[in-house]
């Protein structure tokens, strides 16, 4: 179950990093409208601070090591990158 959580978490957070700075930035500063920016913004601050957490549970859990820790929170600053964590780590180790 956590590790399904984790999944879902990384695949949010990388929805919302994408939203954030995809879409909702340039509305903000572009186009001079900034409420999407805020809702989204919140969200993206709860997903990310959720997935760090989690990444820390499941390699506990798992016994994964710190390298793979490393790896996840790299992966939560890069865009795309949560989606290649769930590929290469996540989806298999369920």
């Known amino acids: 179950m956590l590790l399904k959580t984790f999944r879902v978490t990384a695949i949010l957070e990388g929805i919302s990093y994408l939203a954030l700075f995809g879409v909702t930035m340039p509305l903000k500063y572009w ?40 790896i996840f929170g790299i992966a939560s600053l890069l865009p795309f990158a949560t989606f290649y964590v769930d590929d290469k780590y996540l989806k298999t180790a369920s």
């Open 31 to 70: 186009a001079e409208i900034p409420e999407p920016n805020k809702v989204v913004g919140y969200a993206h601050g709860v997903l990310f601070i959720a997935f760090v957490i989690l990444a820390l549970l499941v390699c506990i859990n798992k016994k994964w090591g710190i390298k793979r820790f490393v």
